[in-house]
């Protein structure tokens, strides 16, 4: 069965940061680009950002919105992604997901908040 | 950025009926490969999204033929054959040509 499996999630103040991860079992992921798409609550949905897979450079793109403050990066050995958050805002509050468009995982919470 | 916007936002629909919901990008979104990157995802309450329909008219695995994606260039439809009421949810579309990808508004559907 194929499972992507979001962690770290919390709550955090603005300027802080987080790194989330993404597990995946069931299907090697290497060769797939991994996407993170977010909700606000009650919104529809935002793209944040991909990595590509190596045979693609491992290229990264970012939505605008989180461009310069987040960074996407991945684990082919570990069958991983992972989001690092930088200088957070209220904004980026939501439940971020990761997905090779395939198969998305449960999500995990960020609340950015004093 | 490509801007994609649906229509109509909220969709009443009969079960058994038929119900469709378009989807209009501002850009042509057909690669010189000739792909065509618009996905269409559903959204059920209480759930991660799922991928219905890829590449404007190719079924996920395991969706159900009473889906059906056409169109092109910049015009794209997401047809129901005959609503149930496991269907209901928000469904959106999505352009994977270019980054930034983008999602539409998103279509609620519900039943009458």
């Known amino acids: 069965e194929v499972q992507l499996v979001e962690s770290g999630g919390a709550l955090v103040q603005p300027g802080g940061s987080l790194k989330l991860s993404c597990a995946v079992s069931g299907f090697d992921s290497s060769g797939s680009a991994m996407h993170w798409v977010r909700q606000a609550s009650g919104k529809g949905l935002e793209w944040v950002g991909r990595?590509?897979?190596?045979?693609?450079?491992?290229?990264?793109a970012y939505g605008a919105s989180v461009k310069g403050r987040f960074i996407i990066s991945r684990d082919d050995s570990n069958n991983m992604a992972f989001l690092e958050m930088n200088s957070l805002k209220t904004e980026d509050t939501a439940m971020y997901y990761c997905?090779?468009?395939?198969?998305w995982g449960q999500g995990t919470l960020v609340t950015v908040s004093s | 950025d490509i801007a994609m916007t649906q229509s109509p936002l909220s969709l009443p629909v009969t079960p058994g009926e038929p119900a469709s919901i378009s989807c209009r990008s501002n850009?042509?979104?057909?690669?010189?490969?000739?792909?065509?990157?618009l996905d269409w995802y559903v959204q059920k309450p209480g759930q991660s999204p799922q991928l219905l329909v890829h590449?404007?008219?190719i079924r996920a695995s395991g969706v159900t033929d009473r889906f059906s994606g056409s169109g092109s260039d910049t015009d794209f439809t997401l047809k129901m054959s005959r609503v149930e009421a496991e269907d209901v949810g928000v469904y959106y579309c999505?352009?994977?040509?270019?980054?930034?990808?983008?999602f539409g508004q998103g279509t609620k559907v519900e039943i009458k």
């Open positions: 850009q042509s979104l057909l690669h010189s490969n000739g792909n065509t990157y």
């Open positions: 999505m352009q994977g040509l270019q980054t930034p990808q983008t």
């Open positions: 990595i590509r897979s190596k045979s693609n450079g491992y290229a990264t």
């Open positions: 590449l404007g008219s």
């Open positions: 997905t090779n468009k395939q198969n």
